[in-house]
């Protein structure tokens, strides 16, 4: 998972990744801390995906922009593009994280 320090090194890798997740976290965050073992498992299901953990107190501008304001919360893009989204201030477990992919993934082979 890429963990990005700047705003210019996130509009970078949105620029010139084709697929992505944009994981909005941060590490007070105690739904955040339940998943982030499982994180490791869940992208090496979905190598088609670039992980990006970005802390939301870092970049509060950016989850503004994408309207993150509960965490954990994942945007997927395509080419900059949203093409997803599972956002709330909601505990998300392994088993949603995985359908919510899934689902997109299919979409996007067909």
Partial sequence: MISPTSYEEIADIIKNKEYLVLFFTADWCPDC???YPELPEIEKMFSDFEFIRIDRDDFLDLARTWDVYGIPSL???NKGRELGRFVSK???TKTEIIAFLAD???KIQE
Avoid: Y
């Fill in 75 to 77: 945007v997927v893009l």
């Fill in 33 to 35: 801390q339940f998943i």
């Fill in 104 to 106: 997109l993934e299919g």
């Fill in 90 to 92: 909601v505990r998300k």
